[in-house]
Structure formats: C-alpha cells, structure tokens
C-alpha cells in the first residue's frame, strides 16, 4: 500500500501563488506516474496536471497551461504543483494520485492523497 502526504493548500488572492506538495510514503512501479486532480463544489473532478517519475514526460489541462508547473525533487521524494496566476475558477479540493502510467483519466491512478483546499478569492 502507497500513501500520499499533501499540504500546502490554502486561501490566496487573484492572481497569487500557491505550491502543493505531495510525497509518497515509498515508490513503487505503482507510482510511475504521479498527478494532480481537482473537484469544485458541484462538479466533477478533473484532471490537472502530472508528470513522470522518472524522466521528463508532463501533461496538463488546457485550462492551467502556462500558469501551473509540476515538478519532483528525487532527493526529497516529492512532487510539486506551482500554481501561479491564480483565479477564482481554480478554487477546489485538490489531491495527488498515483499510479502506473501518465493520463488525463482517473483509470491508471490506484492511490489518491486526501485533498488539500484551495481557494481563491479577494
């Protein structure tokens, strides 16, 4: 069994920044692929942003391209979501997933973290 760690959700202003970690208590095969959804309050979740573990392979959203980066640090087994250039539609319960490959559909992602918030308003 693999458990994500997340933190680092929080209320920020249009326009402002935010970097979500999470970390997995020890990688598998089954954490290939590590990524970000998010659910808004009455919508479904969806897929943000995610990356491989090893190499360089990332996808994102159309709607977060140029603002969110998703990065690791190997040394601190950690993956990072910087969200720049925040707005009020990105405000959510976001969660770190893991799985065995890289998509934009919850399919290949068999752990999931428990959701930090985050909200964007003035």
């Known amino acids: 069994q693999v458990q994500l760690v997340e933190s680092g959700g929080g209320l920020v202003q249009p326009g402002g920044s935010l970097r979500l970690s999470c970390a997995p208590s020890?990688?598998?095969?089954?954490?290939?692929?590590m990524a970000w959804f998010r659910q808004a309050p009455g919508k479904e979740r969806e897929f943000v942003a995610g990356?491989?573990?090893?190499?360089?392979?990332?996808l994102y959203a159309d709607s977060v391209k140029g603002r969110f980066t998703i990065s690791r640090d190997a040394a601190n087994n950690t993956m990072y979501l910087q969200m720049n250039s925040l707005k009020p539609e990105d405000t959510a319960v976001y969660s770190c997933?893991?799985?065995?490959?890289?998509?934009?559909?919850?399919?290949?992602?068999?752990?999931w973290g428990q959701g930090t918030q985050v909200t964007v308003s003035s």
């Open positions: 997933a893991a799985g065995r490959s890289l998509a934009a559909s919850y399919a290949p992602y068999a752990y």
């Open positions: 020890r990688r598998t095969l089954s954490t290939y692929a």
């Open positions: 990356r491989t573990w090893i190499g360089s392979n990332t």
